[in-house]
């Protein structure tokens, strides 16, 4: 789907990001959620080793969870309290500089999974978890375009959501072929970059 918001969040890769705190009650050690987001990264890929970092959307890779690009691909990281951690890759590269993608993440631990699609390679990554194991919940915030003050963000951001269920492959299609109009079940961040969603330095929630 060739997609070309009307509007979109520019983040400088310098020091712009957007953080909601405190989180969601319902993010506090979740065990089930899903988290995806239209970003539009300015950035050239890895191709020094390392060199490139850029989050999208976490609680810091240090501390719970993380949506980012390291290491020469996007991939999502998971920490539980045993200080062990889950790593997803969503693709090496896995992105093309100066255009739209969509990246969803998926964690059932219950159900042993965690899943992902990237809309730049139509890839649908999926690894197994231990059903016993518990997320971490260390940081009470979720951060937008930076990771513990660093992996800054550069390009524009439409769009944010983040479930209290576990979407299903139908769902998040559902959302990536309908930005406007998300899946509202289990829906409890919805921020979307338009004049009527952003107030001076205030990004409105439109979840309810």
């Known amino acids: 789907m060739l997609f070309s918001p009307p509007y979109a969040l520019y983040f400088n890769g310098e020091n712009s990001y957007a953080v ?33 970092f850029w989050a999208v959307v976490g609680k810091e890779w240090n501390g719970d969870w993380e949506l980012m690009y390291g ?6 990281d998971i920490n539980y309290t045993d200080n ?17 993608g969509f990246l969803a993440v998926v964690w059932d631990i219950p159900n042993g999974v965690i899943y992902g699609y990237n809309s730049w390679t139509k890839q649908w ?23 513990e003050g660093r992996n ?10 983040i479930y209290d ?13 309908n930005p406007d109009n ?14 009527s969603t952003i107030k001076g330095n205030t990004w409105l929630d439109l979840s309810g």
């Open 71 to 76: 290491w020469d691909r996007i991939y999502f």
């Open 20 to 52: 909601i705190s405190p989180q969601p009650p319902q993010l506090a050690g979740a065990k089930v959620a899903s988290v995806m987001a239209w970003v539009y990264p300015m950035l050239p890929y890895d191709i020094n080793g390392n060199s490139t």
């Open 165 to 177: 269920k576990a979407l299903t492959r139908d769902e998040i299609l559902h959302n990536y072929n």
């Open 182 to 195: 998300p899946v509202r079940d289990g829906l409890i961040v919805w921020l979307r970059a338009d004049p």
């Open 152 to 161: 800054w963000f550069k390009g524009y951001i439409y769009e944010v959501l």
């Open 84 to 100: 062990t951690r889950t790593i997803l890759d969503l693709g090496f590269h896995g992105y093309t500089p100066n255009t739209w």
């Open 125 to 147: 990554p999926s690894t197994t978890v231990e059903t016993t194991k518990t997320p971490r919940n260390i940081v009470n915030a979720v951060y937008i375009g930076q990771n």
